[in-house]
């Protein structure tokens, strides 16, 4: 017999063989995975790799159940050999792009994106993580680009209509965003998230009787957000119903009492209905949460003026204004300054408010009554002739 024949084809039967057993641990990991014994698969994936480094089924596989896992870096390693063995395999880049994303390197995964749809450019899977990522970039036009498209290849992506309305929002582009919204819950008429956006959007929108309905279907479904709540309570606001809006705010803040929006809020529903010190002592349990929060140390120093307290009114303003500077604070700092008699101060303050914003400032303070013990004083008259106060340094107040 002739030995070279015979080594030959000795070598095809064992090759045969080793590819026998390199499927069957694929065969076998797959099985495991799809139990969700993630790590298990991953064993009978290395065996395939010891078998046969170059198989890149294995690779793949080995990828995917670490990414299950959420170990990205793993199954970055993983999915790059599978590319080197088979770059032409568009799902390993998919996949690729979903462990990059997972790692936060967003613009990474753009570029893998883009790779796995040079090769399928009919996979809406990859269009819609395209713009999930873009999203994070803030490339919202791009964005938007890639959610359309991976609705063109599945219409009833509820998913990418879902998040196309979140892209539409932060555009500000709210008409769209209501419309977006729309689609997804023709879809999925009980998908939660949707019902949420759609009734942010509404209520950007000033169609508050429409966005309070939506709210409350949102909470139907949902009525452990804190968030819903809270904006649910805006939205009463914006209606004039302050003690619903209160019960809101109250509910928002049972389920999350950290949340010091609400409790400024609350606050401001407070005053509105003539609660001044349950809405000082609401405004001072918000600051304790976040010291920095200029809203609430602001309205704080409306409150206290309301109830003559003007010292403490402008140690608020004060602190107000040193975490951000705003005109409105001037302004009513000029007040609380006026009504203390407190002239030059008063003065000062105005002078500040009106170089911020002349237009606003002059007509205020040319019809209210806070400044009456002023109003006849040289400065005064002088102010609210002026337009021009763009030399005002801000910062030293």
């Not at 070279?4 to 000795?10: H, L, N, V």
């Not at 139990?35 to 080995?62: T, V």
């Not at 009919?122 to 395209?130: K, M, N, Q, V």
């Amino acid at each position: 017999m002739n030995s070279s024949k015979y080594s030959s084809k000795r070598q095809s039967v064992l090759k045969a063989l080793q590819h026998e057993k390199t499927a069957l641990s694929v065969i076998q990991g797959n099985e495991l995975f799809n139990e969700g014994h993630c790590q298990e698969a991953i064993e009978y994936y290395d065996q395939a790799i010891d078998l046969d480094p170059y198989d890149y089924n294995a690779w793949y596989s080995r990828g995917i159940a670490y990414t299950s896992l959420e170990k990205y870096s793993e199954a970055i390693e993983s999915f790059e050999c599978a590319i080197e063995v088979n770059p032409g395999f568009y799902q390993v880049w998919y996949s690729y792009g979903v462990a990059l994303s997972g790692l936060g390197k967003f613009t990474a995964a753009l570029e893998v994106f883009d790779q796995a749809l040079k090769i399928n450019p009919a996979d809406g899977e990859s269009w819609y993580s395209r713009g999930l990522v873009s999203d994070k970039l803030e490339k919202y036009d791009e964005a938007l680009i890639s959610y359309d498209n991976a609705i063109c290849v599945n219409l009833e992506n509820h998913q990418a209509w879902y998040n196309r309305s979140c892209t539409l929002n932060k555009m500000q582009r709210y008409e769209d965003a209501f419309a977006s919204c729309n689609q997804t819950l023709e879809i999925q008429p009980e998908f939660y998230p949707a019902w949420k956006n759609r009734s942010y959007s509404l209520e950007k929108l000033a169609r508050y009787q429409e966005a309070l309905n939506s709210y409350n279907i949102t909470i139907s479904f949902q009525a452990n957000d804190a968030d819903v709540w809270y904006n649910r309570g805006n939205t009463l606001m914006q209606l004039g119903q302050y003690q619903e809006a209160i019960r809101s705010y109250g509910q928002a803040l049972e389920i999350d009492p950290n949340l010091y929006k609400a409790m400024g809020n609350c606050g401001v529903a407070l005053s509105h209905l003539g609660e001044t010190a349950q809405a000082i002592a609401i405004y001072q349990e918000a600051i304790k949460i976040r010291p920095n929060y200029s809203q609430a140390w602001y309205n704080c120093g409306i409150a206290l003026n309301h109830l003559g307290q003007y010292e403490q009114a402008i140690e608020s303003y004060n602190k107000a204004i040193s975490i951000q500077p705003d005109a409105n604070i001037f302004y009513h700092r000029a007040c609380t300054y006026a009504l203390w008699g407190k002239v030059e101060e008063s003065l000062d303050s105005l002078q500040y408010a009106i170089g911020i914003d002349p237009e606003q400032f002059i007509k205020l303070a040319d019809q209210d009554p806070d400044f009456n013990s002023i109003r006849q004083n040289p400065v005064f008259t002088t102010l609210l002739k002026t337009s021009d106060f763009s030399d005002c340094d801000i910062s030293s107040m």
